[in-house]
Structures are given as C-alpha cells and as structure tokens.
C-alpha cells in the first residue's frame, strides 16, 4: 500500500528544454484554461443538483404566479358536508401544485395554522377530513368525514371579517410581497359582523401588496350579492376554474418528471468535461522505438 501511495505522489521526470522561455506564455494561457474550465465544472455542478433538489413550483391557473397564498378556511356549522369536496379539491390543487401557502381557519374567531412561505405539500394531511371514508351512517352523511381537531374549538357563529383581517395582517408581519388571500366559504356571516366584512374587504381591495380571490361554497344568493358589492366578480374562482387546474397540472407531469434544464445543465457539464479532456490533456511522447519506425 506504502509503495502504491509512493508511486502517486513522486514526482516525475520532467523533460530538459534549453528554449522553456518560449513556451513559459502557451504554459500560462493553459493553466488559466484549466482554471476557468475548473471554475465552470464547480458551477455547473452547483446549478445541477440546486435544479435537481428544487424543480420549482408548477403554480395554479386561478391564483397569480409565484405568490404566497394564505388560504382562509371557513369551518363555521354553515358550511355544510356538501362543500367538503370542493375545499378537498382547492386543498389538493394547492398540495399537487407546492406552491408557498399559509393557512387561517375561522368561524368565530380565527387562528393561524400555517405561517406564510409554508410548502403547500403540507396541506395534505389536511385532506383526509374533507374526504368522505367507507364507513359512517347514510342517513347522516356528516358521519362519513373524520373529525378535524379544531371542531370543537369553534361555537356556530361566523366572522368572515376575523379570517380575512388575520390573513392579511400576517402577509405584512411576514413581508411578504404580492400576497393572496383565497377566502373558502359560504359567504354567510353574523349580522353584526356585515358592516366589518365590509370594512375589511374595502382595506383589502385599496392594498396593493395583497390580492383577494374567492371559492364560494355553494353560497345563497343574498351573500354572494353582498360580497360582488365590494369584490368584482372576476375574482371568484368558478368550479371549472378548478377542474381546469387539475388538468393543466396532469399535461405537466411529464415536464415536472424530466425538468428540461435540469438535462440541458447536465449535457453542458458533460460538454465541460470534454473540452478539459482534450484541451488540457497530458501531452503524449512516443517511445524512441516507435519514433525510429
């Protein structure tokens, strides 16, 4: 082992040249070019496994691109089981998409569940209390769902206004810049928490650092009226909206498997490679015999 290491690390002979002055420039153009050469292997290497680890955020077709989305959960007892599966949807669109999300439950009071930046993947565990099980009794389908671990804590009044004010307050505490809000809900609020919904949607429609989008949950008419009084109707995701999310997400399966520059890093790394194997490789002397032949 001693030998084979000794072997390595001696220092072999050199070739006696009475004209080293003439080639010392070709010597110091090719030490730069391997130095640079050197340089672009460590940074292509670098940009491939930082492209490999992060593929990037495949976004939503309903939600603006690249911002972080608080999602304000209504689970007031006015949001019947027939609405679970559309919030399952909106939840698994976000999930599929890992697009950065925060999440706000509400029904009298509101809490914060998820800090902004959060990856939306982390709302997946969240499905299963939205997704109906095998067992439960069928003259109760409120029997079909689990149940969530904040239930209890709600009473049966609602207070939209103290979701959507909680949801915004936190994108500023976090900095975070061109925020959303995506209010899930059926819209219907107490009596005296009208004029303060109001208040706050009129805050949020003047705040030019936070977008407000909206997934009414089969809401009656006199509410969704309410609410189109004070956000324009363009803002209200319709359920085709989200149908037509998942599909945009299904065609980009295959993009999200084989990221593109991911292979075009890694097709300039090999060609790197190369380059230093045949601009700065050893230069080869025949052996006196087969320079006689």
Same mark, same amino acid.
């Given at each position: 082992?001693?030998?084979?290491?000794?072997?390595?690390?001696?220092?072999?002979?050199?070739?006696?040249?009475?004209?080293?002055?003439?080639?010392?420039?070709?010597?110091?153009?090719?030490?730069?070019?391997?130095?640079?050469?050197?340089?672009?292997?460590?940074?292509?290497?670098?940009?491939?496994?930082?492209?490999?680890?992060?593929?990037?955020?495949?976004?939503?077709?309903?939600?603006?691109?690249?911002?972080?989305?608080?999602?304000?959960?209504?689970?007031?007892?006015?949001?019947?089981?027939?609405?679970?599966?559309?919030?399952?949807?909106?939840?698994?669109?976000?999930?599929?998409?890992?697009?950065?999300?925060?999440?706000?439950?509400?029904?009298?009071?509101?809490?914060?569940?998820?800090? &902004?930046?959060?990856?939306?993947?982390?709302?997946?565990?969240?499905?299963?209390?939205?997704?109906?099980?095998?067992?439960?009794? &069928?003259?109760?389908?409120?029997?079909?769902?689990?149940?969530?671990?904040?239930?209890?804590?709600?009473?049966?009044?609602?207070?939209?206004?103290?979701?959507?004010?909680?949801?915004?307050?936190?994108?500023?505490?976090?900095?975070?810049?061109?925020?959303?809000?995506?209010?899930?809900?059926?819209?219907?609020?107490?009596?005296?928490?009208? &004029?303060?919904?109001?208040?706050?949607?009129?805050?949020?429609?003047?705040?030019?650092g936070v977008a407000l989008r909206i997934v009414p949950l089969f809401p009656i008419e006199s509410d969704r009226v309410f609410f189109e009084r004070f956000v324009p109707r363009r803002d209200f995701v319709r359920p085709s909206q989200i149908v037509a999310a998942?599909?945009?997400?299904?065609?980009?399966?295959?993009?999200?498997?084989?990221?593109? &520059?991911?292979?075009?890093?890694?097709?300039?790394?090999?060609?790197?490679?190369?380059?230093?194997?045949?601009?700065?490789?050893?230069?080869?002397?025949?052996?006196?015999?087969?320079?006689?032949?």
């Open positions: 082992m001693r030998d084979a290491l000794r072997r390595l690390t001696a220092r072999r002979e050199a070739i006696a040249l009475s004209d080293a002055r003439v080639v010392r420039r070709a010597l110091l153009r090719t030490t730069i070019v391997r130095l640079v050469l050197a340089c672009m292997l460590v940074a292509l290497a670098a940009a491939a496994v930082w492209r490999a680890s992060n593929p990037g955020d495949r976004g939503v077709s309903f939600l603006p691109a690249r911002a972080t989305t608080v999602v304000v959960l209504d689970q007031s007892k006015s949001v019947y089981v027939s609405a679970y599966l559309r919030i399952a949807e909106v939840l698994h669109r976000l999930a599929d998409a890992n697009v950065p999300v925060g999440l706000v439950v509400f029904s009298d009071s509101a809490y914060e569940l998820l800090p &902004p930046g959060t990856r939306g993947s982390e709302l997946r565990p969240l499905l299963r209390f939205f997704t109906p099980g095998h067992g439960g009794s &069928p003259a109760n389908p409120q029997t079909r769902f689990p149940t969530n671990p904040w239930q209890n804590a709600f009473s049966g009044g609602t207070k939209i206004s103290a979701g959507l004010s909680l949801a915004q307050s936190i994108l500023h505490r976090d900095h975070v810049r061109g925020g959303t809000i995506l209010l899930l809900s059926d819209l219907g609020t107490a009596g005296e928490d009208q &004029p303060r919904v109001a208040e706050t949607l009129l805050r949020i429609g003047h705040d030019h998942r599909a945009s997400l299904a065609q980009r399966g295959l993009a999200s498997v084989s990221p593109w &520059p991911f292979v075009i890093v890694a097709g300039l790394l090999l060609a790197a490679l190369a380059a230093n194997e045949l601009l700065c490789g050893r230069v080869m002397l025949r052996r006196p015999r087969e320079a006689g032949a």
